[in-house]
């Protein structure tokens, strides 16, 4: 019912909350990286579960609509955030350039220090920006 479903919502938000906060520390090593985002997926699987049967259960009559929408609301909000992400990171619209590998001269990287330094705060912003919090589902 509609109780179960409002709990669930609090372990999203907290979920949300807990990735912001790692992804800004997993950023001092790969090893850190790799767990963490391994953990991550893995809640995000339990997650999504949890918020397609709240939409179905709310929606009896139209399981695959609320589904549907449900997953689209997901993917979409990660496309509008990616591109005001990469507005605040990036807004001198800097050309990554260092080629670090010989062996793979196409893959180039930022080594814009005034950039870098943007990144970690990134997640922070996130955490603390009311619009990005109400969307969490």
Same mark, same amino acid.
């Given at each position: 019912?509609?109780? $179960?479903s409002?709990g669930?919502?609090?372990?999203?938000?907290e979920?949300?909350?807990?990735?912001?906060?790692?992804?800004?520390?997993?950023?001092?090593s790969?090893g850190?990286t790799?767990v963490?985002?391994?953990?991550?997926?893995?809640c995000e699987g339990v997650?999504?579960v949890?918020?397609?049967?709240?939409?179905?259960?709310?929606?009896?009559r139209n399981?695959?609509l609320?589904a549907g929408?449900?997953a689209?609301?997901?993917?979409?909000?990660?496309?509008?955030?990616?591109?005001? $992400?990469s507005?605040?990171?990036?807004?001198?619209n800097y050309?990554?350039?260092?080629?670090?590998y010989?062996?793979?001269p196409?893959?180039r990287?930022f080594? $814009?220090?005034?950039?870098?330094?943007?990144v970690?705060i990134?997640?922070?912003?996130?955490?603390?920006?009311?619009v990005y919090?109400s969307?969490?589902?």
């Amino acid at each position: 019912g509609i109780t $179960q479903s409002t709990g669930s919502s609090g372990i999203n938000a907290e979920y949300g909350v807990s990735a912001l906060m790692l992804n800004y520390f997993a950023l001092s090593s790969f090893g850190a990286t790799v767990v963490i985002y391994c953990i991550l997926g893995y809640c995000e699987g339990v997650l999504l579960v949890t918020f397609l049967s709240t939409a179905m259960e709310w929606f009896p009559r139209n399981r695959g609509l609320a589904a549907g929408v449900s997953a689209l609301g997901s993917g979409f909000s990660g496309f509008i955030f990616a591109s005001i $992400q990469s507005a605040f990171i990036n807004p001198w619209n800097y050309v990554p350039g260092d080629a670090p590998y010989a062996d793979y001269p196409n893959e180039r990287y930022f080594a $814009q220090h005034d950039l870098l330094k943007r990144v970690p705060i990134s997640f922070v912003i996130k955490l603390v920006s009311p619009v990005y919090s109400s969307l969490w589902r």
